[in-house]
């Protein structure tokens, strides 16, 4: 079974970081696309970074271009999230996502199979 597992969010204030893992156990996915999505309250799932692979270019957002920069170990099954510059519309429950497949789109919260419980990120102003 395949279950990935956030960690390191919390409450920043503005301005801060906060840097975001992801452990994937019960298989590898050094080919396949993982990526990170959020929700705040009242809005829609979307999309803030993906990696196919180490190395690979990652997607992210316009919101977060400049930001956020999305990272992987392979051999730790992990991606992470770091996030600078925080700002309180970041608030939001932020989710680890994997794709099974190392083909095909990896935008969309439908292109993945494995998701994580989510971790809280809070800024305050």
């Known amino acids: 079974q395949v279950q990935p597992v956030e960690s390191g969010g919390g409450l920043v204030q503005a301005g801060g970081s906060l840097r975001l893992s992801c452990a994937a156990s019960?298989?590898?996915?050094?080919?396949?696309?993982m990526g990170w999505f959020r929700q705040a309250p009242g809005n829609e799932r979307e999309i803030v970074a993906a990696?196919?692979?180490?190395?690979?270019?990652?997607y992210y957002a316009d919101s977060v271009k400049g930001q956020f920069t999305i990272s992987r170990e392979n051999a730790k099954n992990t991606v992470y999230l770091q996030m600078n510059s925080l700002k309180p519309e970041d608030t939001a429950v932020y989710c680890c996502?994997?794709?099974?497949?190392?083909?095909?789109?990896?935008?969309?919260?439908?292109?993945?199979?494995?998701w994580g419980q989510g971790t809280q990120v809070t800024v305050s102003s």
């Open positions: 996502a994997v794709k099974s497949a190392f083909s095909g789109s990896y935008y969309y919260s439908t292109d993945y199979d494995y």
């Open positions: 019960g298989r590898t996915f050094s080919s396949c696309p």
């Open positions: 990696l196919r692979w180490s190395g690979a270019t990652p």
